[in-house]
Protein backbone atom coordinates (compact mmCIF):
# COMPACT_ATOMS: atom_id res chain seq x y z
CA UNK A 1 0.00 0.00 0.00
CA UNK A 2 0.99 3.36 -0.79
CA UNK A 3 1.91 5.71 2.19
CA UNK A 4 2.21 9.65 1.25
CA UNK A 5 4.80 10.55 4.72
CA UNK A 6 4.74 14.05 5.87
CA UNK A 7 5.98 15.53 9.64
CA UNK A 8 3.60 15.40 12.30
CA UNK A 9 4.72 18.31 13.90
CA UNK A 10 7.08 21.57 12.76
CA UNK A 11 7.29 24.39 14.33
CA UNK A 12 9.03 27.78 13.58
CA UNK A 13 9.71 31.47 15.03
CA UNK A 14 8.77 33.93 13.75
CA UNK A 15 10.42 35.65 10.59
CA UNK A 16 12.58 31.92 9.78
CA UNK A 17 12.06 30.21 7.35
CA UNK A 18 10.75 26.17 7.49
CA UNK A 19 9.92 23.82 4.96
CA UNK A 20 7.61 20.86 4.79
CA UNK A 21 8.36 17.50 2.71
CA UNK A 22 5.70 15.12 1.24
CA UNK A 23 7.57 11.81 0.22
CA UNK A 24 6.39 8.38 -0.47
CA UNK A 25 7.05 5.13 1.04
CA UNK A 26 7.35 3.37 -2.42
CA UNK A 27 10.12 5.78 -3.80
CA UNK A 28 11.17 8.94 -4.85
CA UNK A 29 8.57 12.05 -5.53
CA UNK A 30 8.62 13.72 -8.51
CA UNK A 31 6.86 16.24 -10.86
CA UNK A 32 4.89 13.04 -12.49
CA UNK A 33 3.38 12.88 -9.02
CA UNK A 34 1.95 16.72 -9.42
CA UNK A 35 2.55 17.72 -5.75
CA UNK A 36 -0.41 20.12 -4.47
CA UNK A 37 -0.09 21.79 -0.79
CA UNK A 38 -2.54 22.97 0.81
CA UNK A 39 -3.46 25.22 3.95
CA UNK A 40 -6.48 24.43 6.18
CA UNK A 41 -6.77 26.47 9.15
CA UNK A 42 -9.09 25.42 12.07
CA UNK A 43 -13.05 25.40 11.02
CA UNK A 44 -12.37 26.16 7.66
CA UNK A 45 -11.75 24.49 4.25
CA UNK A 46 -8.82 23.63 3.18
CA UNK A 47 -7.19 26.11 0.39
CA UNK A 48 -4.62 25.49 -2.52
CA UNK A 49 -1.22 27.17 -1.65
CA UNK A 50 0.54 25.21 -4.93
CA UNK A 51 -0.22 22.29 -7.68
CA UNK A 52 2.13 20.99 -9.93
CA UNK A 53 5.34 20.66 -7.94
CA UNK A 54 5.57 25.03 -7.73
CA UNK A 55 2.93 26.47 -9.27
CA UNK A 56 1.28 28.74 -6.88
CA UNK A 57 -2.47 28.88 -6.98
CA UNK A 58 -4.02 32.76 -7.04
CA UNK A 59 -3.88 35.17 -4.77
CA UNK A 60 -1.31 32.81 -2.72
CA UNK A 61 1.75 35.06 -1.11
CA UNK A 62 4.98 34.30 -3.13
CA UNK A 63 6.69 33.13 0.53
CA UNK A 64 4.98 30.05 -0.15
CA UNK A 65 6.92 28.00 -2.62
CA UNK A 66 6.97 24.32 -4.17
CA UNK A 67 9.64 22.28 -5.23
CA UNK A 68 11.55 19.14 -4.96
CA UNK A 69 14.54 18.30 -2.96
CA UNK A 70 16.11 14.78 -2.18
CA UNK A 71 13.55 12.76 -3.95
CA UNK A 72 10.48 14.59 -1.80
CA UNK A 73 8.19 17.26 -2.50
CA UNK A 74 8.73 20.26 -0.67
CA UNK A 75 6.69 23.42 0.97
CA UNK A 76 8.84 26.12 1.78
CA UNK A 77 7.19 28.89 4.27
CA UNK A 78 9.72 31.90 3.43
CA UNK A 79 9.35 34.59 6.50
CA UNK A 80 6.88 32.66 8.87
CA UNK A 81 4.15 34.58 10.47
CA UNK A 82 1.77 34.41 13.32
CA UNK A 83 -0.98 33.40 10.96
CA UNK A 84 0.34 30.56 9.24
CA UNK A 85 0.13 28.11 12.50
CA UNK A 86 -2.38 25.45 10.82
CA UNK A 87 -2.35 22.20 9.32
CA UNK A 88 -0.58 21.66 6.02
CA UNK A 89 -1.61 18.49 3.96
CA UNK A 90 -0.21 16.99 0.46
CA UNK A 91 -1.11 14.96 -1.78
CA UNK A 92 0.52 13.04 -4.88
CA UNK A 93 -0.76 11.89 -8.00
CA UNK A 94 0.13 8.02 -8.17
CA UNK A 95 -1.52 7.41 -11.97
CA UNK A 96 -4.54 5.74 -13.13
CA UNK A 97 -6.58 8.93 -11.81
CA UNK A 98 -5.72 7.70 -8.05
CA UNK A 99 -4.63 10.43 -5.82
CA UNK A 100 -3.07 10.17 -2.22
CA UNK A 101 -3.41 12.34 0.69
CA UNK A 102 -0.12 12.48 3.38
CA UNK A 103 -1.75 13.08 6.98
CA UNK A 104 -0.48 16.37 7.57
CA UNK A 105 1.52 18.56 9.27
CA UNK A 106 0.56 20.69 12.18
CA UNK A 107 3.06 23.80 12.04
CA UNK A 108 3.85 25.84 14.97
CA UNK A 109 4.76 29.08 14.78
CA UNK A 110 6.29 30.35 18.22
CA UNK B 1 -15.38 34.97 -9.08
CA UNK B 2 -14.97 31.50 -8.82
CA UNK B 3 -17.69 29.90 -6.48
CA UNK B 4 -18.51 25.86 -5.18
CA UNK B 5 -21.66 25.55 -3.48
CA UNK B 6 -22.24 21.98 -1.86
CA UNK B 7 -25.53 20.92 -0.65
CA UNK B 8 -27.53 17.09 0.23
CA UNK B 9 -25.16 16.67 3.24
CA UNK B 10 -27.53 15.07 6.19
CA UNK B 11 -28.24 12.41 8.72
CA UNK B 12 -28.49 9.18 7.52
CA UNK B 13 -28.55 5.34 9.00
CA UNK B 14 -25.75 2.72 8.19
CA UNK B 15 -26.74 1.29 4.58
CA UNK B 16 -28.62 4.41 3.79
CA UNK B 17 -28.18 6.38 0.62
CA UNK B 18 -27.05 10.07 0.15
CA UNK B 19 -27.00 12.63 -2.92
CA UNK B 20 -24.26 15.36 -2.44
CA UNK B 21 -24.47 18.02 -5.26
CA UNK B 22 -21.90 20.74 -5.80
CA UNK B 23 -22.85 24.11 -8.01
CA UNK B 24 -20.28 26.05 -9.82
CA UNK B 25 -20.19 29.36 -10.92
CA UNK B 26 -17.70 31.97 -12.08
CA UNK B 27 -16.19 29.96 -14.73
CA UNK B 28 -16.81 27.42 -17.73
CA UNK B 29 -17.74 23.94 -15.88
CA UNK B 30 -17.33 21.65 -18.66
CA UNK B 31 -13.75 22.97 -19.34
CA UNK B 32 -12.53 21.26 -16.12
CA UNK B 33 -11.83 18.25 -13.94
CA UNK B 34 -14.00 18.34 -10.87
CA UNK B 35 -13.25 15.92 -7.66
CA UNK B 36 -14.70 15.58 -4.17
CA UNK B 37 -12.29 15.47 -1.35
CA UNK B 38 -13.89 14.13 2.35
CA UNK B 39 -12.95 14.71 5.96
CA UNK B 40 -13.41 12.66 8.43
CA UNK B 41 -14.19 14.41 11.98
CA UNK B 42 -11.00 15.30 13.37
CA UNK B 43 -8.63 13.45 10.56
CA UNK B 44 -7.15 14.42 7.94
CA UNK B 45 -8.15 14.70 3.95
CA UNK B 46 -9.28 11.92 1.67
CA UNK B 47 -8.85 12.14 -1.73
CA UNK B 48 -13.09 10.55 -3.08
CA UNK B 49 -13.64 10.70 -6.49
CA UNK B 50 -12.42 12.50 -9.90
CA UNK B 51 -14.39 13.05 -13.01
CA UNK B 52 -12.26 14.64 -15.90
CA UNK B 53 -13.64 17.37 -18.26
CA UNK B 54 -13.96 16.19 -21.83
CA UNK B 55 -12.62 12.75 -21.54
CA UNK B 56 -15.81 11.96 -19.35
CA UNK B 57 -13.70 9.18 -17.52
CA UNK B 58 -14.26 8.55 -13.55
CA UNK B 59 -11.69 7.79 -10.62
CA UNK B 60 -12.52 6.57 -7.18
CA UNK B 61 -10.54 5.71 -3.80
CA UNK B 62 -10.74 2.24 -3.21
CA UNK B 63 -12.68 3.11 0.06
CA UNK B 64 -15.32 3.80 -2.16
CA UNK B 65 -15.67 2.15 -5.12
CA UNK B 66 -18.73 0.39 -5.85
CA UNK B 67 -20.43 2.54 -3.39
CA UNK B 68 -19.99 5.92 -4.76
CA UNK B 69 -20.83 7.35 -8.19
CA UNK B 70 -19.54 10.71 -9.35
CA UNK B 71 -21.39 12.54 -11.99
CA UNK B 72 -21.52 15.71 -13.80
CA UNK B 73 -24.35 18.48 -15.73
CA UNK B 74 -22.08 20.80 -17.67
CA UNK B 75 -25.23 22.33 -18.80
CA UNK B 76 -26.37 22.96 -15.37
CA UNK B 77 -22.60 23.28 -14.07
CA UNK B 78 -23.40 20.87 -11.30
CA UNK B 79 -21.26 17.79 -9.95
CA UNK B 80 -22.95 15.29 -8.31
CA UNK B 81 -22.16 11.96 -5.48
CA UNK B 82 -24.78 9.24 -4.95
CA UNK B 83 -23.61 7.70 -2.00
CA UNK B 84 -24.98 4.10 -1.40
CA UNK B 85 -24.14 1.74 0.84
CA UNK B 86 -23.02 3.92 3.32
CA UNK B 87 -20.99 3.15 6.67
CA UNK B 88 -20.40 5.29 9.65
CA UNK B 89 -16.96 5.32 8.05
CA UNK B 90 -18.03 7.44 5.55
CA UNK B 91 -18.80 10.20 8.31
CA UNK B 92 -17.18 13.39 7.17
CA UNK B 93 -17.17 16.70 5.72
CA UNK B 94 -17.20 16.70 1.93
CA UNK B 95 -15.67 19.47 -0.25
CA UNK B 96 -16.22 20.17 -3.87
CA UNK B 97 -12.92 21.19 -5.59
CA UNK B 98 -12.21 22.61 -9.04
CA UNK B 99 -9.36 20.91 -10.87
CA UNK B 100 -6.49 23.31 -12.83
CA UNK B 101 -6.56 24.52 -16.40
CA UNK B 102 -4.04 22.80 -18.80
CA UNK B 103 -2.31 20.64 -15.71
CA UNK B 104 -3.25 18.05 -13.20
CA UNK B 105 -3.93 20.20 -9.99
CA UNK B 106 -6.55 21.26 -7.23
CA UNK B 107 -7.89 24.59 -7.12
CA UNK B 108 -10.49 26.54 -5.76
CA UNK B 109 -12.44 24.69 -2.22
CA UNK B 110 -16.02 24.75 -2.19
CA UNK B 111 -17.16 25.23 2.08
CA UNK B 112 -18.25 21.73 2.13
CA UNK B 113 -21.08 19.77 3.25
CA UNK B 114 -21.44 17.34 6.29
CA UNK B 115 -22.54 13.62 6.03
CA UNK B 116 -22.98 11.77 9.39
CA UNK B 117 -23.95 7.81 9.32
CA UNK B 118 -25.43 6.73 12.25
CA UNK B 119 -28.42 4.82 13.69
Redesign the interface.
Known sequence: QTVVTQEPSLSVSPGETVTLTCGLNSGSVSPEH?P?W?Q?RPGQ????LI??TN?R?SGVPDRFSGSILVNKAALTITGAQADDECHY?C?L?LG?????????TKLTVL | EVQLLESGGGLVQPGGSLRLSCAGSGFTFSNYIMRWVRQAPGKGLEWVSSFGDRSYKTYYADSVKGRFTISRDDSKSTLSLQMNSLRAEDTAVYYCVKGTSATNGFDVWGQGTVVTVSS
Not at chain 1, 45 to 48: D, E, L, M, Y
Not at chain 1, 96 to 104: H, K, L, P, R
Open positions: YNFQAPRTYSSSYIYSGIWVFGEG
